[in-house]
C-alpha cells in the first residue's frame, strides 16, 4: 500500500523558514517524481513545486520560486521542501503528491501557519 | 501561464442524475487534463487522466472527454459519495495549473 507521510507544519513569523518532510512507502521511491501541492484555507488547488526521481530536474511556481527549495534522499524515500523567507500568503495545507505531471498518490498534509 | 476555468462553480442534483462539469483552458492543451474529486475534509483523489482516462479504482460512472481547449467531465447517476468539489488540472505547459473546483452536493 502506498502511504506518504508529512511532516514539518507549524506556525512561524513572516520571514521565517520551515522544512516540509514527506516519507514515502510502498512503491520505489527513486523511480517517480514528486510533487508538492498546497491549498490555503477554503481555496483551491496550487502546484508549488516538482523534483524528478533521480533529484536532478526541478520546476517551482513563480510564487515561490527563488524562496522555496525541493530536494529528496532516495536512501531515506523522503522528499524535503525547504521554504524561505515565508508570507502570509504562503499559508495553506501542503501536499506531497506522486508524479510530475498528475498526481496518483497524496499524503494527508501538514498545515503551515504564516503569521505574526 | 494557462489559466483554468469551470463551470458551474456549484450545482446541486439529485441522486440518480447525470451531472457535467466543464473545464476550459486559455489555450491548447491537447488532452493533458486531469480532474480530482476532493470530499469535504478530506484529499484529493485523482479521477481521470488524459482527458477520458479512468484511473484504477475509480467508479465507471465518471467520465471524462474533451480535447484542445474544453472538457467535460461527466457522472452518470450520482450518487450520495459524489459530494464533493471537483478540480480540473492541465499539464500541458508548467506552472500545472489547477482550475477553481467545481461544487457538487445533492438536492
Known amino acids: 500500500e502506498v502511504q506518504l507521510l508529512e511532516s514539518g507544519g507549524g506556525l512561524v513569523q513572516p520571514g521565517g523558514s520551515l522544512r516540509l518532510s514527506c516519507v514515502a512507502s510502498g512503491f520505489i521511491f527513486s523511480n517517480y517524481a514528486m510533487t508538492w501541492v498546497r491549498q490555503a484555507p477554503g481555496k483551491g488547488l496550487e502546484c508549488v513545486s516538482s523534483?524528478?526521481?533521480?533529484?536532478?530536474?526541478?520546476k517551482y511556481a513563480d510564487s515561490v520560486r527563488g524562496r522555496f527549495t525541493i530536494s529528496r534522499d532516495n536512501s531515506k524515500n523522503t522528499l524535503y521542501l525547504q521554504m524561505n523567507s515565508l508570507r502570509a500568503d504562503d499559508t495553506a495545507v501542503y501536499y506531497c503528491?506522486?508524479?510530475?505531471?498528475?498526481?496518483?498518490?497524496w499524503g494527508q498534509g501538514t498545515l503551515v501557519t504564516v503569521s505574526s | 501561464d494557462i489559466q483554468m476555468t469551470q463551470s458551474p462553480s456549484s450545482l446541486s442534483a439529485s441522486v440518480g442524475d447525470t451531472v457535467t462539469i466543464t473545464c476550459r483552458a486559455s489555450?491548447?492543451?491537447?488532452?493533458?487534463l486531469a480532474w480530482y474529486q476532493q470530499k469535504p475534509g478530506k484529499v484529493p483523489n485523482l479521477l481521470i487522466y488524459t482527458a477520458s482516462t479512468l484511473q484504477s479504482g475509480v467508479p465507471s460512472r465518471f467520465s471524462g472527454s474533451g480535447s484542445g481547449t474544453d472538457f467535460t467531465l461527466t457522472i452518470s447517476s450520482l450518487q450520495p459519495e459524489d459530494v464533493a468539489t471537483y478540480y480540473c488540472q492541465e499539464y500541458n505547459s508548467a506552472p500545472f495549473t489547477f482550475g477553481p473546483g467545481t461544487k457538487v452536493d445533492i438536492k
Open positions: 489555450q491548447g492543451i491537447s488532452n493533458y
Open positions: 523534483i524528478s526521481g533521480g533529484g536532478t530536474g526541478t
Open positions: 503528491a506522486s508524479g510530475w505531471n498528475f498526481f496518483d498518490y
